[in-house]
């Protein structure tokens, strides 16, 4: 059984004084880039864009400490992976068909397709939407396999129409997850490469003579495969920068504390830097959640890193009532929001920023991980003010459409001559009105 350890947990009270400046410290990240980071990201893509294969291979040796002679080896050959998706343990081989399935389903409601409307003059407008020619998948590997975050980017991809997706995963000492090979083949990876780190990310960037470069990258890895997506984005669409993981859950007290208690865990397992709150009016319940914590932590695998992930931004907090819950939820926009309540309609209506809602005391925020559906990609650190989950939108690509008759030319013409003088550019003007001044 791990060592329980110590665990002082943070109890706030939205009545207390001090509470508006306490919010604000246990939301602030304080993660700034490090100057260290930063310098071996960016030699790491100058070398890999001016050397290709040379220098991928150098670090791919390097860094998981293997011995490739040619980059030809990175490849994970299409009939590797199928073989990994039919030798597979058969009860989790249908799981993620399971998951697949259902991921792939909810997807299929996203896609957005072409529209065109004409005016009575017959001028055409409208919009062309394309997906993207070819897409790069980051799946993180070495410490543990994510499965799952192979079937979340690369599904919504092949909903899009995307023409090629290619599949990077790092293979420390020579080894590869079977199960992560199993969910590219059930997801439909057109090519993977065992190749992880900032240097995979400059390979998909730009493109060695192995690795094709792609239009876009996606999926999560450490700090220097955040960092790289950062400085290589401009020459290639991401997703988005990911932080920790983080679970706001709002309770009126009435749900299992044991239950809330592990959701609380099930975001806080992630690291050290995940952060799990707790909101609830009821004093007592609160109680009843802390006590569950300590209670059921000593049994958990990952208890140490849990909670040092309470310890450093976890927090209880005693909110007035649930409409106060709501106003709080609303600052923290977090990536997962739980509303463990008995009518969970009415407050998710006037949740502005989160995510992923999770509604009732039924549903645990871990079924939208693996298999609920919806995408759990989802925006961190405060940014699902302005942002969204990863989705078929994210591959797809939209082209205006604008298409004139003389009339139309004649109408629009003039709106735009006079507009363009009035910002001072006459050619505009000029452009706009040769079209219809030559038939007058």
């Not at 009821?282 to 006590?291: G, N, P, Q």
Request: charged share 25%.
């Amino acid at each position: 059984m791990p060592a329980t350890g110590t665990l002082t947990l943070r109890r706030l009270r939205t009545r207390d004084a001090g509470f508006q400046p306490a919010l604000a410290a246990l939301l602030e990240r304080g993660t700034p880039a490090d100057d260290a980071v930063d310098a071996a990201v960016r030699d790491i893509i100058q070398q890999v864009r001016a050397r290709g294969d040379e220098a991928l291979i150098e670090y791919t040796n390097r860094f998981d400490r293997r011995r490739l002679k040619e980059a030809a080896a990175l490849e994970i050959p299409g009939p590797r992976l199928a073989q990994a998706r039919t030798t597979l343990n058969p009860d989790l081989r249908t799981a993620l068909e399971s998951a697949a399935a259902r991921i792939r389903a909810y997807h299929e409601r996203q896609r957005q397709e072409s529209w065109t409307y004409t005016e009575a003059d017959g001028t055409v407008l409208g919009q062309q939407v394309t997906p993207l020619d070819r897409v790069g998948v980051y799946v993180p590997g070495g410490r543990a396999a994510y499965p799952s975050s192979v079937l979340m980017n690369v599904i919504p991809a092949k909903v899009a129409g995307v023409g090629e997706i290619i599949m990077t995963v790092p293979a420390p000492d020579d080894a590869l997850e079977p199960v992560v090979l199993a969910a590219a083949a059930i997801a439909g990876v057109d090519r993977a490469f065992t190749a992880g780190g900032a240097q995979a990310i400059a390979a998909l960037a730009y493109g060695t003579e192995t690795i094709p470069r792609v239009d876009k990258i996606v999926g999560p890895g450490n700090a220097y495969v955040a960092r790289a997506k950062a400085m290589v984005f401009g020459d290639v669409g991401i997703d988005m920068i990911a932080g920790p993981s983080e679970i706001l859950v709002i309770c009126d007290g009435r749900t299992d504390a044991g239950w809330i208690a592990m959701d609380l865990f099930s975001q806080a397992e992630h690291d050290e830097e995940a952060q799990a709150i707790l909101l609830s009016p009821d004093a007592a319940f609160l109680d009843a959640v802390e006590a569950g914590i300590h209670r059921l932590l000593p049994d958990q695998p990952r208890a140490a890193i849990i909670r040092q992930s309470l310890a450093q931004r976890g927090a209880l907090i005693e909110v007035r009532d649930l409409d106060e819950a709501v106003e709080i939820a609303n600052v923290i926009a977090p990536e997962h929001l739980e509303l463990s309540v008995e009518d969970p309609a009415p407050l998710a209506g006037r949740i502005r920023h989160a995510g992923a809602i999770f509604l009732g005391r039924h549903v645990s925020e871990a079924l939208g991980d693996y298999c609920a559906g919806p995408n759990h990609v989802l925006p961190t650190s405060r940014t699902a003010r302005f942002s969204s989950p990863l989705g078929v939108y994210d591959f797809q690509k939209r082209t205006s459409l604008i298409q004139c008759t003389p009339a139309g030319a004649g109408r629009l013409g003039r709106l735009a001559a006079a507009l363009a003088r009035a910002e001072g550019l006459p050619a505009h003007a000029a452009s706009a009105e040769y079209r219809f001044k030559s038939s007058e």
